[in-house]
């Protein structure tokens, strides 16, 4: 009943707030991520949102959206309270396929309630959240986590992988920078090579994948199970597809800019199902313009849009450039 579900592709879309929204995480299964996972979300919002939208005869689901064509996918949840942990998670869980548990946001307003990245430091509470939460859901558990707090503690995740494991989850992604480095400097891609080399359960290692080659070269030099690609794929669903190309036969198709603004315009439409506010469905068409010529003038533009129909007469312009 706990199995993880079986994934078609080694490339995972990474949870990232504002930007793996449904509309674009479908996207980026239409181009064959192997797993998406939705944004974190707080237990606190989970349960103050679910007695909100059952008193109006609404599923949590118009809160965390998510639709039936990206499946698998798993839910990002964050907090520290074991039991609202688990009571959250146990609102969610009849709609998704992985409960994802939150171990490595940086965010100074979730590391103050100790819940994202700063519970490595707290590998009891981590024991008994792990134990409680695999036994109160059917789906299984997994876990995302930083390497540690700064670079003196940056093997703080082999501990707490290990007590995961032991706990029952099923598999765990590792952003292999510490805390204090947010998105600075570098993944230290020999820190997912230790977590393989310590547990059984498989491992996505994730950090710094721009291209189908890095991709490559991760699951070459650390050995890791799946990768799990973020920035490179905003704007970029593309690179799942060519991910799975290169890996399978050493190359990759370019491409070309109409099925670029094709893939934007297929956004759009799914965005208008989705309660997605205009102003990230701006941030995504913005993330589309990246390495289009006469990208920064297009940038200009559509910083000035208020709606959908605007941005769509001005992707088009990219054609005439
Ligand atoms: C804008 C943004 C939002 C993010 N939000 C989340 C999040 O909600 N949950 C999470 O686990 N990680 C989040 N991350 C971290 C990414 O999932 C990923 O671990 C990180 O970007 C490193 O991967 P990359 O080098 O492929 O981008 C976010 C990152 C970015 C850039």
């Known amino acids: 009943m706990k199995k993880l579900p079986v994934f078609k592709s080694k490339a995972f879309f990474a949870p990232m707030a504002g930007v793996s929204d449904p509309a674009f995480r479908l996207l980026c299964k239409e181009q064959g991520a192997g797993l998406v996972v939705t944004e974190l979300t707080s237990v606190h919002a989970i349960i103050a949102k679910e007695k909100q939208l059952r008193e109006q005869k609404k599923k949590i689901t118009d809160f965390v959206e998510y639709s039936d064509k990206e499946r698998p996918v798993s839910v990002q949840l964050f907090g520290n309270d074991i039991d609202l942990v688990v009571k959250a998670a146990k609102i969610v869980e009849p709609y998704f396929d992985i409960i994802d548990f939150n171990m490595g946001c940086p965010a100074p307003h979730i590391t103050n309630q100790m819940a994202g990245a700063a519970l490595l430091q707290e590998p009891g509470h981590v024991k008994e959240l792990f134990t409680r939460l695999v036994k109160a859901v059917k789906k299984p558990v997994t876990l995302k986590v930083r390497a540690g707090i700064s670079d003196s503690d940056k093997r703080l995740f082999l501990p707490i992988a290990k007590i995961a494991e032991e706990a029952g989850v099923k598999m765990v992604t590792l952003h292999a920078r510490t805390l204090k480095q947010g998105y600075s400097g570098k993944a230290d891609w020999s820190l997912i090579k230790e977590l393989k080399e310590n547990v059984k359960m498989p491992v996505v290692g994730n950090g710094d994948i721009w291209s189908p080659e890095d991709a490559k070269r991760m699951i070459d030099e650390t050995g890791c199970d799946y990768v799990m690609i973020g920035r490179g794929a905003m704007g970029n669903p593309f690179i799942f597809r060519q991910v799975n190309e290169y890996l399978e036969t050493g190359k990759y198709d370019?491409?070309?800019?109409?099925?670029?603004?094709?893939?934007?315009?297929?956004?759009?439409?799914?965005?208008?199902?989705?309660?997605?506010?205009?102003?990230?469905?701006?941030?995504?068409?913005?993330?589309?313009?990246?390495?289009?010529?006469?990208?920064?003038?297009?940038?200009?533009?559509?910083?000035?849009?208020?709606?959908?129909?605007?941005?769509?007469?001005?992707?088009?312009?990219?054609?005439?450039i």
Request: aromatic share 10%; hydrophobic share 40%; glycine share 6%.
């Open 254 to 320: 370019e491409i070309a800019l109409l099925e670029k603004l094709q893939a934007f315009f297929n956004y759009l439409e799914y965005a208008k199902e989705y309660n997605i506010p205009f102003h990230a469905i701006r941030t995504q068409a913005m993330q589309f313009t990246k390495g289009l010529k006469g990208g920064s003038e297009l940038r200009l533009k559509i910083g000035k849009t208020k709606s959908s129909e605007e941005l769509k007469r001005i992707m088009l312009e990219a054609k005439k």
